[in-house]
């Protein structure tokens, strides 16, 4: 029955990340001293409609952004994610505060993309899902960063959260459907 439940909760993550185009993106911030900081940014983890999909938020941002300082002062961070922003739940009419509308808060450590085949993946990924983004000027020193995911954290249903799913499952699951 374990193994059932981690199974459903590391799907129910990974069809979470797929599918979001935005993620709330939490940093300790380093302006407003002692305090989280959170707000949406674009993300990608390949193309929402195929079944290549790493599970691995990637963003595209510039040092100059505020969050962007964040991190790369501390890097650690979390990814907060809501089947809302899916439209499932909505589509469904379940409350974006019911437990049924799924939720998975992904927590590491930022690291700039510089491998040339994950570059040309977050390009991919990102640039097809946000086009605008391709756009914005290289004089703001853009670049690709990804999530070294260390916790999950899935609510998906009641009965309470599935914490600290397996890393390894949750990056090699395949998606069968």
């Keep these: 029955k374990q193994w059932y439940q981690r199974r459903v909760a590391i799907t129910a993550g990974r069809w979470m990340v797929k599918f979001s185009n935005v993620s709330i ?3 300790q911030s380093s302006f407003l001293d002692g305090f989280p900081f959170g707000q949406n940014k674009d993300v990608a983890d390949g193309l929402w409609n195929e079944t290549l999909s790493t599970g691995v938020p990637c963003i595209y941002t510039s040092h100059l952004e505020i969050q962007a300082q964040d991190f790369l002062k501390d890097p650690k961070v979390t990814f907060g994610y809501s089947s809302e922003f899916t439209h499932w739940c909505n589509d469904n009419g379940v409350d974006n505060d019911d437990p049924r509308c799924g939720k998975v808060m992904l927590s590491g450590e930022m690291e700039k993309v510089t491998d040339e ?3 040309t993946w977050s390009k991919y990924g990102l640039f097809t899902r946000h086009p605008a983004t391709k756009n914005w000027p290289v004089s703001h020193g853009f670049a ?3 999530l070294n995911i260390q916790n999950i954290f899935v609510l998906d249903f009641y009965g309470g ?3 600290h799913l397996n890393v390894t499952e949750y990056l090699d699951y395949k998606f069968d459907w």
């Design 144 to 146: 690709f960063y990804k």
């Design 25 to 27: 993106l939490a940093t």
């Design 161 to 163: 959260p599935t914490m």
């Design 117 to 119: 085949a994950e570059v």
